[in-house]
């Protein structure tokens, strides 16, 4: 039976309390759907980077933006998984909106296949390890962790989603995420992914209980400043064996959740400038096309000028500042353009 060990801490307790004064500030107030959109999409490139980068992925922001707009098809093993954590986020995103959702082992399986497809053989893609491994310290390259044997992994998966289940109205919800999150580690169910997996799989549960962070949020980011800090707080080291008992969880939470802190202060100081930005400001004329999109799915320019009497090359002024803002997408040539959400 899993019982984490772990006391509130004066630091904890503080922590909690600082979240939720600002998520209920935020959710207090009003944005324009142009700046959450933008902000949406900032947020995805920024978890997309600074989760493959912890995990040892070379690319820099500036090449991981430029894969994720291009999207090319012929590839290296970096840019894979870059696009691969990207679909993750977006299905992910798609299923919460939808509260399709159900978070139990399919869940974490169909992650790490989504995020390993294609880079591992496919036995070790949406499957649990079926062999032992080991965890390097990322600078000496030295082994560091003895994970558990593959054989009590289903068991020990199963504890801890009971324990999620059982705990959801008793335990606040940033504490049953990060005990979650460092719990995963510890397991290490599979070959590889385990870290990309358990922060995916962290999202999902902390948007479950009310705080969605993939809307604009990257707590990836925080661990990403300091990966060195993020390993040594989320692992642990010497044979699981020795240590499953002595293990006190009290540290990870206090600085999983100075992470959370870090990147709320990070969000409200992005829609501060946002919003003082007179050149994102949607006009009448732009909301109309944005309203008619979302009754009818697209529109074309036929469209808009039943809406509107603006002249023909204004209107197309009128899609550009859509598309450069990154709302919509032009489709089809000619007489067949349509223009979609992006």
Known sequence: MFNPIYTISPKLLANIKQ?????????????????????????????????TSIEGNPLPLTDVKRILKNKPTHIRDSEKEVLNYNNALIDLRKLIKNKKQIFDLALILKIQKSISSGLLEKYC????????????????????????KQK?????????????KKNRNIVDPLILAGIFHKQFVIIHPFIDG???????????????????????????????????????????????????????????????????????????KELSLEVVSPDKELKTYHQKIIKYIKKNGYIADRDYAKLTTRAKPTRNLDFRKLI????IKK???????????K
Not at 21 to 33: E, I, P, Q, T, W
Not at 324 to 327: G, N, P, Q, T, W
Request: glycine share 6%; hydrophobic share 40%.
């Open 19 to 51: 979240i939720a004064g600002a998520v209920a500030s935020l959710n207090a107030r009003n944005f324009s759907n142009v700046v959450l959109i933008k902000l949406e999409k900032k947020a995805r490139e920024i978890s997309v980077f600074s989760s």
């Open 125 to 148: 893609c949406g499957h649990l390890r079926q062999e032992s491994v080991f965890v390097n310290n990322p600078k000496t390259r030295q082994v560091s962790y003895l994970p558990p």
């Open 152 to 164: 009590e992994v289903p068991k020990l998966l199963g504890e801890l989603f009971d324990y999620v």
């Open 194 to 268: 385990n870290g990309r997996t358990a922060r995916l799989a962290t999202k999902v549960l902390l948007a479950e209980m009310g705080l969605n962070t993939f809307n604009i949020f990257s707590f990836e980011n925080y661990y990403n400043q300091n990966i060195s800090k993020y390993f040594q707080e989320v692992g642990v080291f010497g044979d699981y064996y020795e240590t499953k008992n002595k293990i006190d969880f009290t540290s990870w939470l206090e600085y999983f959740t100075d992470g959370i802190i870090d990147e709320l202060l990070r969000v409200k």
């Open 324 to 327: 450069e803002l990154d709302i």
């Open 331 to 341: 489709l089809g040539k000619g007489k067949a353009t349509y223009y979609k959400f």
